[in-house]
């Protein structure tokens, strides 16, 4: 028997669209033309020498998502981060402003801390840590996102500010940071006990006019810009660029430093030296501590 | 007998020399005076409430600081527009100038800073209490400095021209600007929004006038020697 015609052009249809369906790559895969704005660059990590030609390419299968073609920070994932929800967008890398750095605020940072935040990722960000990269996969990274800003052009690196040895923590140097916290008023964004609910903090907003929220001391220990007592030295004296996190390098002196390092250290949920000595001493003298905050503040509260 | 030529001699020396200081001496200087101003109905200012410090709120209790995007004067006038020379300058004296830009009373004093490429100016808190400041800039680096109370004013500058929104993390209410431009011939207007750029030799110039509202325009003028030319500038006013 004969099919009818009616079968025959349904079946004739199907055909075309599927070959039609096939003919077309799939979205994901189709190439996006990635868009810089300087020549080749380099990198220097360790004796590791990264190259912008391959980062391109590491770029192109890791990054782009989020970063987006134009390195702007406007991948088509990162219409999904809400910043009013707490997640940071993608960085703009045509800015060339760094949030985590061991330069002076104002600075471009090293090409090892670069590195590192593509190894150690963003805490409390869709950025994660990029350890299934190799150490020269990093480094022809930090190389290619170079490419986005001519600032790698006409600028050097900052120069990494000077971190004098740790002294030992005790309750003197707790105290004495404790007291910085106060005066450096800290709180009116971390908030009195550091839990991200100072009287600004709602207000706070990045330099592309985004909502962002100030480091809450009770998440533990996740900071965005690493963990140990050194980069915490080094968030408050280089600031956070891009951020409402200022620099403190012209106003604390590096012994002072460490003393708000050491405070800060007894804000954290942790297990830690400072806080183990900071514990022992409020059982036994909590009473005379004067709360933080506007009450205590020259010239505030009243 | 030496007396004898002692006048002539003075008087080829005078000349000489007179001719000389004409040669070298520059041709006069133009000035360019005039006025920015509006049509249309400009956005009402707001008060500020400073509660969040209540140092300040206390200062301006009486007399509450008003948000400065728009500050009009008599007769439909715009204060802290910019003027500028934006094409035609022959060279600009480099500045050696220093400015100043306080933080006082919770607000920016002046609310917009026009400087020169290269130029230094003075961040100082006069306040009792922390600001951090946080000029927003694209062009030129991004810095942000904490200045607790007490702290001496630093020196600060920028390499390249631009229009730099300027802000206090601590206290949001806080806005000013820093306009950098390339040349040393601007004025930013006063509260009848008067301005007045002197100096200028003379030639054809474009004068630009800039408001962080209104944006820009421009004037083409060409000044002759020691001409003092009156433009005016209006701006078309929406509010928002």
């Given at each position: 028997?004969?099919?009818?015609f009616?079968v025959?052009?349904?079946?004739?249809?199907?055909?075309?669209?599927?070959?039609?369906?096939?003919?077309?790559?799939?979205?994901a895969?189709m190439?996006?033309?990635?868009h810089?704005v300087?020549?080749?660059?380099?990198?220097?990590?360790?004796d590791?020498?990264?190259?912008?030609?391959d980062?391109?390419?590491?770029y192109?299968?890791?990054?782009?998502?989020c970063?987006g073609?134009d390195?702007?920070g406007?991948?088509?994932n990162?219409?999904w981060f809400?910043?009013?929800?707490?997640?940071?967008k993608p960085?703009?890398f045509?800015?060339?402003?760094?949030k985590c750095?061991?330069?002076?605020t104002?600075?471009?940072?090293?090409?090892e801390?670069?590195f590192?935040?593509i190894?150690?990722?963003?805490?409390?960000?869709n950025m994660?840590r990029?350890?299934a990269?190799?150490?020269?996969?990093?480094a022809?990274l930090?190389?290619?996102?170079?490419t986005?800003s001519?600032?790698w052009?006409?600028q050097?690196?900052?120069?990494?500010?000077p971190?004098?040895?740790?002294?030992p923590a005790?309750?003197?140097s707790?105290?004495?940071g404790?007291?910085?916290?106060?005066?450096?008023?800290?709180?009116?964004?971390h908030?009195?006990?550091?839990?991200?609910?100072g009287?600004?903090?709602?207000?706070l907003?990045?330099?592309?006019?985004n909502?962002?929220r100030?480091?809450?001391?009770?998440t533990?220990?996740?900071?965005?810009c690493?963990?140990?007592?050194?980069?915490?030295?080094?968030?408050?004296?280089t600031?956070?660029?891009?951020?409402?996190m200022?620099?403190?390098?012209?106003?604390i002196q590096?012994?002072?430093?460490?003393?708000?390092v050491?405070?800060l250290?007894?804000?954290?949920p942790?297990?830690?030296?400072?806080?183990?000595?900071?514990?022992?001493?409020?059982?036994?003298?909590g009473k005379?501590l004067?709360?933080?905050?506007?009450?205590?503040?020259?010239?505030?509260?009243q | 007998m030496?007396?004898?030529y002692?006048?002539?001699v003075?008087l080829?020396?005078?000349?000489?020399?007179?001719?000389?200081?004409m040669?070298?001496?520059?041709?006069?200087?133009?000035?360019?005076?005039?006025k920015v101003?509006?049509?249309g109905?400009?956005?009402?200012?707001?008060?500020?409430?400073m509660?969040?410090?209540?140092?300040?709120?206390?200062?301006?209790a009486?007399?509450?600081?008003?948000?400065?995007t728009?500050?009009?004067g008599p007769?439909?006038?715009?204060?802290?527009?910019?003027?500028?020379?934006s094409?035609?300058?022959?060279g600009?004296t480099?500045?050696s100038k220093?400015l100043?830009?306080?933080q006082k009373g919770?607000?920016?004093?002046p609310?917009?800073?026009?400087?020169?490429?290269?130029?230094n100016?003075?961040?100082?808190?006069d306040?009792?209490f922390l600001?951090?400041?946080?000029?927003l800039?694209?062009?030129?680096?991004?810095?942000?400095?904490?200045?607790?109370?007490?702290?001496?004013?630093?020196?600060?500058k920028?390499?390249?021209?631009e229009?730099?929104?300027?802000?206090?993390?601590?206290?949001?209410?806080m806005?000013?600007?820093?306009v950098?431009l390339p040349t040393?011939?601007?004025a930013?207007?006063?509260?009848?929004?008067?301005?007045?750029i002197?100096?200028?030799?003379?030639?054809k110039?474009?004068?630009?006038?800039?408001?962080?509202?209104?944006g820009?325009?421009t004037q083409?003028v060409?000044?002759?020697g020691g001409?003092?030319?009156?433009?005016?500038f209006?701006?078309k006013?929406l509010p928002?």
């Amino acid at each position: 028997m004969r099919p009818k015609f009616e079968v025959l052009a349904l079946f004739l249809g199907a055909a075309a669209l599927l070959l039609t369906v096939a003919a077309v790559p799939c979205w994901a895969q189709m190439d996006i033309n990635i868009h810089t704005v300087t020549g080749p660059m380099e990198s220097h990590v360790g004796d590791v020498t990264g190259n912008s030609h391959d980062g391109r390419a590491y770029y192109r299968r890791s990054c782009i998502g989020c970063h987006g073609p134009d390195g702007d920070g406007n991948g088509e994932n990162a219409m999904w981060f809400d910043p009013t929800m707490g997640f940071a967008k993608p960085r703009d890398f045509t800015m060339a402003t760094f949030k985590c750095r061991s330069t002076p605020t104002g600075t471009l940072p090293t090409d090892e801390d670069l590195f590192n935040a593509i190894s150690r990722g963003f805490e409390t960000t869709n950025m994660p840590r990029w350890q299934a990269l190799t150490v020269q996969q990093r480094a022809d990274l930090v190389a290619f996102i170079k490419t986005f800003s001519t600032k790698w052009e006409t600028q050097k690196a900052g120069t990494p500010i000077p971190i004098p040895p740790e002294p030992p923590a005790n309750i003197d140097s707790i105290l004495k940071g404790r007291q910085l916290f106060q005066n450096m008023q800290c709180w009116k964004c971390h908030g009195p006990a550091g839990h991200g609910d100072g009287p600004s903090a709602p207000t706070l907003t990045d330099n592309k006019d985004n909502p962002i929220r100030p480091y809450n001391f009770a998440t533990g220990s996740r900071f965005k810009c690493g963990e140990t007592n050194q980069d915490l030295y080094k968030i408050f004296m280089t600031g956070l660029d891009g951020t409402p996190m200022p620099s403190f390098a012209d106003v604390i002196q590096p012994p002072d430093a460490w003393n708000l390092v050491h405070f800060l250290r007894t804000l954290q949920p942790l297990d830690s030296p400072e806080a183990k000595i900071w514990k022992e001493w409020v059982a036994s003298h909590g009473k005379e501590l004067k709360p933080i905050g506007p009450e205590s503040a020259p010239g505030g509260g009243q | 007998m030496k007396t004898k030529y002692f006048l002539p001699v003075l008087l080829v020396l005078l000349v000489s020399a007179a001719l000389a200081a004409m040669a070298v001496a520059p041709p006069a200087a133009g000035t360019v005076t005039g006025k920015v101003t509006y049509t249309g109905t400009p956005p009402k200012m707001k008060p500020i409430d400073m509660s969040k410090e209540p140092t300040c709120a206390k200062e301006h209790a009486a007399n509450p600081v008003m948000t400065e995007t728009v500050v009009t004067g008599p007769g439909n006038t715009v204060e802290w527009a910019v003027v500028y020379v934006s094409a035609g300058d022959q060279g600009s004296t480099p500045p050696s100038k220093t400015l100043r830009f306080d933080q006082k009373g919770c607000q920016y004093i002046p609310h917009v800073l026009p400087m020169q490429v290269d130029q230094n100016f003075e961040i100082a808190n006069d306040d009792p209490f922390l600001h951090n400041i946080h000029p927003l800039p694209k062009l030129n680096s991004e810095w942000n400095k904490s200045q607790p109370p007490g702290t001496p004013a630093f020196t600060a500058k920028y390499d390249k021209a631009e229009f730099i929104s300027v802000k206090c993390n601590v206290h949001p209410w806080m806005h000013g600007y820093f306009v950098v431009l390339p040349t040393s011939h601007y004025a930013v207007t006063d509260n009848s929004g008067s301005f007045s750029i002197s100096g200028l030799p003379p030639g054809k110039y474009t004068l630009t006038a800039w408001q962080e509202q209104f944006g820009t325009q421009t004037q083409d003028v060409t000044i002759a020697g020691g001409e003092t030319k009156n433009i005016t500038f209006t701006f078309k006013a929406l509010p928002y």
